[in-house]
């Protein structure tokens, strides 16, 4: 007897009994649903988060103050100064001072991101101007009333006008705008399009946020990340004599945290589908055992007409592998719409992961082969005599 | 051509040992057409259970077709059953969800049969006990008179030179009984060696030699005239 005869007779035996093969079948197509959603559920919201962290940059390392008149300690000055002096790593750094806040033009208003800083700040985000210019070091030692603005406040405020050299009324106090900036995403709000840039010194004012809690560094190069970040949470430590007053992150940084976090998140879903295979595969053998006692006459029967051992053996085992291989096809099937059914919605990003459906598909393959062993072989070891005896 | 030479069967049941078969010497030449009377749990199914290779003997020797089976493993015995044994059991047994047509070719598919071949040697061996037009029926849509016909083509499909048969009429009516009856005496004609184990008098009466069984042991032997 052949695997393909073994095949179809467990087609056989398995439609002439649909309601019950199916109910064998839910503990190994829920568990394979359930993990190919979960994994796609984890990769999607990692992707997620991982697209707009890569945005930021992997050369780019944020320092935040806490605490309290912080900058009577650390002043723009000696900032600059550290930065000039470890020119090797560091190739640039801007303040930020930011704040929202309404913007007038004419009759048109909205409310936007006002950022003070200085012209290093278009080089560590690569956003220049496309009309006009940037801010200047001296606009801020001047404290000039300037303003560059985005994409998006210019099609709020001024339509079709050109703004350069229009004023626009930011809170209480008039600005004129001298360039703007170049679009990047689409002039859609809340993004780099939807902000206003002014000199740092005039922002300091109209926000009356006398610190400078915020720093944007850029290494001169990815690998020199690490150093520069030692060298800045050095000189932070020796201003304000304790690491705790600040915190000095890196894109890179994060996406390794966030790297090891998902890593451990799939370490508990593997857990998790294990788990929940091993209940299938124990529901499979369950009903594989009430199938062998109820079919016990049959077997005498096979065993009587010439079926060896391993016929029968055969025959319950391809059984078993085609439950459990149909089980997993229908939970590839339903876990796929599901994760469709998310990225459709919106949740999180559609991410198929062909290793974890192939992982999972295998996985109760394997469950058919363990659990349907033991009912198998003990069908094949019946006793002719006493098997044609059954009632 | 089936030999036996002091073939016992034992079960040790608590203390007791129950002798089903005693020391059976026995020899039924090959084409001949045996009964095997004798009362209940005299030990006839013990007998054919030994005959038709199912069993294995407590001790004692049986030789079919001159070869030794009494040691021979579970495979080759699966064999043995596949090629030289047909039987025909008082219960039919009929796998319930295969058709007529499936359950005729079951031993073929053991002996690696192709499909196709298969469908004609089982419709062939259903023609020969008349139920072709019966085929695609489940044995539940069948008289008890059919499913034992059906049982029959089965035993002969693989053409096997041996069928056993244990109390074949022993869930029928007389009438059903008679037409089995034909039917082995039909299959002995066409060269078959047939035992049949019956409690009926008059259905022993029709083969060629009559053996009586008691307790396990044969107590008389005749051949009917
Ligand atoms: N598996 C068994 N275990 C114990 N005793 C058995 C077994 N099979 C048969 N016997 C005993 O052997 C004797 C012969 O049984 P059997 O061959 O079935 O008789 P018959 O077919 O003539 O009615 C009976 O006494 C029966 O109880
Ligand atoms: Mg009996």
Redesign the interface.
């Known amino acids: 007897m052949g695997i393909w005869q073994a095949f179809r007779m467990a087609v056989k035996s398995i439609f002439s009994n649909k309601v019950r093969s199916f109910l064998t079948m839910l503990g190994v197509i829920i568990g394979v649903a359930a993990v190919i959603t979960a994994v796609a559920f984890a990769q999607g919201s990692t992707k997620q988060i991982t697209d707009r962290i890569s945005q930021l940059g992997t050369e780019l390392i944020q320092v935040n103050i806490f605490g309290r008149n912080t900058n009577r300690d650390l002043t723009w000055e000696t900032l600059s100064e550290f930065a000039s002096d470890n020119a090797d790593v560091i190739a640039a750094v801007a303040p930020q001072v930011t704040g929202n806040m309404t913007v007038k033009a004419g009759r048109n208003s909205l409310s936007t991101t006002i950022r003070g800083t200085t012209y290093d700040y278009s080089v560590i985000n690569s956003q220049g101007v496309s009309e006009g210019r940037y801010i200047l070091d001296i606009d801020s030692d001047l404290r000039q009333k300037v303003a560059v603005i985005g994409s998006r406040i210019k099609d709020k405020l001024f339509e079709n006008e050109n703004p350069i050299g229009k004023t626009i009324k930011v809170g209480e106090q008039i600005f004129t705008v001298v360039g703007i900036l170049e679009e990047l995403e689409d002039g859609a709000e809340n993004t780099k399009d939807d902000q206003i840039i002014i000199p740092v010194s005039t922002a300091q004012r109209i926000t009356r946020n006398s610190a400078i809690r915020n720093y944007s560094f850029l290494a001169t190069s990815p690998e020199n990340v690490k150093e520069a970040m030692e060298r800045i949470s050095e000189f932070l430590t020796d201003v304000y004599g304790n690491e705790n007053m600040f915190r000095v992150t890196n894109s890179a940084q994060m996406l390794d945290t966030l790297n090891s976090v998902t890593e451990t998140m799939m370490t508990v879903l593997g857990g998790i589908a294990a788990i929940s295979l091993l209940v299938g595969g124990i529901g499979i053998m369950n009903i594989m055992l009430v199938s062998v006692t109820e079919r016990t006459r049959e077997i005498g029967i096979r065993k009587a007409v010439g079926a060896k051992r391993r016929n029968i053996l055969t025959q319950f085992l391809i059984e078993a592998l085609l439950i459990t291989g149909l089980g997993g096809a229908f939970g590839l099937i339903i876990g796929c719409t599901a994760i469709w059914g998310i990225g459709k919605a919106g949740l999180v990003p559609a991410v198929y992961s062909p290793l974890w459906m192939a992982l999972s598909f295998g996985i109760s393959l394997l469950v058919g082969v363990i659990f349907g062993m033991f009912p198998a072989n003990k069908a094949s070891k019946l006793d002719p005599i006493m098997a044609l005896r059954h009632e | 051509m089936i030999k036996t030479e002091a073939l016992s069967k034992h079960y040790h049941i608590g203390d007791t040992i129950v002798k089903a078969l005693d020391n059976v010497t026995l020899h039924i030449p090959a084409h001949s057409f045996v009964s095997i009377v004798g009362p209940s749990g005299s030990g006839k199914s013990t007998l054919m ?1 030994l005959l ?1 290779c ?2 294995t003997p407590t001790s004692g020797r049986y030789l079919l077709d001159g070869m030794e089976v009494s040691n021979m493993s ?2 080759q015995l ?2 043995i ?3 030289k044994i047909g ?1 025909v ?1 008082q219960g039919f ?5 295969l058709t007529a047509l499936e359950n005729v070719e ?2 073929l ?4 049969v192709s ?1 196709k071949e298969r469908r004609s040697l089982a419709a062939e061996a259903l023609e020969k006990v008349g139920l072709t037009d019966r085929s695609s029926h489940l044995p539940s849509e069948l008289s008890g008179g059919q499913q034992q016909r059906v049982a029959i083509a ?1 035993a002969l499909v ?1 053409r096997p030179p041996i069928i056993l048969a244990d109390e074949p009429t022993g869930n029928l009516d007389s009438h059903s009984g008679r037409d089995i009856l034909k039917l082995f005496q039909k299959l002995h004609e066409m060269g078959n060696t047939i035992v049949l184990i019956t409690h009926d008098e008059y259905i022993a009466g029709q083969a060629q030699r009559i053996i009586r069984i008691l307790d396990g042991q044969i107590v008389d032997d005749v051949e009917v005239g």
């Open positions: 259970n038709g199912l069993d579970d495979n699966a064999e059953r596949n090629r039987f059991f047994n009929l796998v319930p969800k079951l031993p598919i053991y002996s690696g499909k089965r693989t």
